[in-house]
């Protein structure tokens, strides 16, 4: 009789601290892999806690719970299939990355992490001990080789692995989406695949944490480096896999085979699913923003509608004298379109009150950035009352370039509890508000067709703080800035290096002071999706105080 080995993935979403959520739902997995006649149910990295936990998981309150909690469910799912999943442990002072195997009840192996990421947004060298490489398992008429995530992305364990008898790799992920990171995974999980002769699954993780996205597109791959299955991105499910003995090892048969979007389509699903699950996870259903009429507050408008429904978004105009009627018909047609509520917030009144009130002390000065500001900032108290009135987070509506160089009003147009497209740099809200206006998903909340107005994007960016005030007046065209900022965030390139590229010498020197002393701003602000491999946040620390500057 032919050996067969049925695994049930779990590409599934865990809430940070959420343990007896996270074991409910483990639990719910581990009976549907049951039904389904599966041998095992394989779950992602540190599941029973949520990923990334940071230092919480350095509290041994929380570790003691997370452990009691995976040994209960462990002993609780005896009658089916093996369960094995993600969670931390702690042996005197030593405390690990985990996954835990059970069998009937019993606890047949436990996996420890052993390469402990430490560059971009991870901090696991300062979290966790470095384990041993483990060996394999058995499981029914398999045996089973885990690297857990980051030891897949090295032939050391792996290679140790298939040495010592491993049959089939299941490597479970934490791994957070940045543009492009699908074929960079299959990169490295292909190479596995070539080392060892070994087929491979990949199980990811789904959903979102604080800036981070988790975008599953879990997928297997058979000896050779060809690919058996491949699950959609940033989609909660279980997919169930069957294996078959051959006189060449075992072999996934083919399943699903998902289309993986283009970069602009996973781009945008990523900041709407980032907002959704920040709203959800902490606790809010409607959220409340600024529309000024210009293209970032429509383009964040239309990401909320897309995440929770337009009927749980409030757009507010705060017009001021400075305000446009083009403005102001604007941002009417957009909410219009897309279909939320629009409330009007005169800021004369109280600009005058605040004027009045400072008189004495602004006498004899001429006016500048301060009295600019009073209306940013005058903005952000309204705002601010309504969100702690009706219980809507506040979303915040400053792209990349403006978080880059500081282009935006602290305590003013920065206030909030998030922001959507604080990963995208200008350039990209124009394509992406593009890209909306043609696309309709069915993930999408929203309506389907022109949702911004043409005209939004095509007009000049402008705060409007004072008369025919234009962006460009403060900064480099955006097409220019976005290119230095991309050589000095991305890739950290030299001014000599930035200048070689044919940019003005004077202009890159400007952006590189602008973003340096903006660094406090950034310390401050919301948080937002993570959608490049240099957001700003845990991707680049830099000091607050900082007097060392490039020269060309």
Not at 201 to 216: A, C, K, P, S
């Amino acid at each position: 009789m032919t050996d067969r080995f049925r695994l049930t993935i779990g590409q599934l979403n865990a809430t940070v601290g959420d343990l007896p959520g996270n074991a409910a739902k483990a639990r719910d997995a581990w009976q549907a892999a049951r039904e389904a006649g599966a041998d095992m149910l394989a779950l992602p990295e540190m599941f029973i806690t949520g990923y990334q936990t940071q230092d919480l998981v350095l509290k041994p309150a929380f570790t003691e719970d997370a452990m009691a909690r995976i040994m209960r469910l462990g002993a609780d799912c005896a009658d089916g299939p093996a369960l094995a999943i993600g969670g931390p442990w702690r042996d005197g002072d030593g405390l690990y990355n985990a996954w835990f195997v059970f069998r009937q009840g019993k606890l047949v192996a436990r996996v420890l992490k052993h390469h402990l990421p430490y560059k971009q947004l991870f901090d696991e060298l300062r979290l966790f001990d470095s384990g041993p490489i483990s060996g394999p398992y058995p499981v029914g008429p398999a045996r089973i080789g885990s690297p857990i995530c980051e030891d897949g992305w090295y032939p050391d364990v792996t290679e140790t692995l298939a040495e010592t008898g491993a049959e089939i790799l299941i490597v479970p992920n934490g791994s957070p989406y940045h543009r492009d990171k699908l074929d960079l995974r299959m990169g490295h999980m292909v190479g596995r695949v070539i080392e060892t002769g070994l087929p491979l699954v990949y199980v990811n993780m789904v959903g979102g944490q604080d800036d981070q996205i988790y975008d599953g597109a879990s997928f297997v791959l058979n000896p050779g480096g060809r690919k058996a299955v491949q699950l959609p991105p940033f989609t909660e499910m279980l997919a169930h896999v069957d294996f078959i003995r051959t006189g060449e090892g075992w072999q996934a048969q083919p399943g699903l085979m998902a289309p993986q979007p283009d970069a602009w389509e996973q781009d945008y699903q990523a900041m709407m699913l980032g907002l959704r699950e920040y709203l959800r996870k902490s606790g809010f259903r409607k959220v409340v923003l600024g529309l000024s009429g210009g293209v970032d507050s429509a383009r964040v408008a239309t990401i909320a509608a897309d995440a929770i429904g337009p009927e749980n978004v409030r757009c507010v105009m705060l017009p001021s004298q400075y305000t446009s009627q083009a403005s102001l018909d604007d941002a009417a047609d957009c909410a219009r379109r897309l279909g939320t509520r629009l409330d009007t917030v005169h800021i004369e009144g109280a600009r005058d009150a605040v004027t009045d009130a400072l008189a004495h002390l602004m006498a004899g000065t001429a006016p500048d950035t301060t009295e600019e500001n009073i209306q940013s900032r005058l903005r952000g108290v309204m705002l601010m009352a309504i969100s702690n009135k009706f219980n809507e987070m506040l979303l915040t509506t400053g792209n990349k370039s403006e978080v880059a160089v500081g282009y935006a009003t602290i305590y003013g147009d920065m206030a909030g509890g998030y922001n959507p497209i604080k990963d995208l740099y200008k350039t990209r809200v124009f394509e992406t508000c593009r890209w909306r206006n043609a696309n309709h998903r069915d993930w999408m909340m929203g309506p389907e067709g022109e949702v911004i107005p043409p005209q939004i994007i095509d007009k000049p960016p402008s705060a409007e703080l004072r008369p025919d005030q234009k962006d460009q007046d403060s900064l480099p065209p955006y097409e220019v800035l976005d290119a230095i900022l991309e050589g000095l965030v991305e890739k950290d390139l030299a001014l000599k290096d930035l200048v070689a590229r044919g940019f003005d010498a004077e202009t890159v020197r400007k952006v590189e002071t602008l973003l340096y002393v903006s660094e406090w701003k950034r310390y401050q602000a919301a948080p937002g999706p993570r959608i490049s491999t240099r957001a700003f946040w845990l991707d680049r620390r830099y000091p607050l105080v900082n007097r060392w500057r490039d020269e060309v």
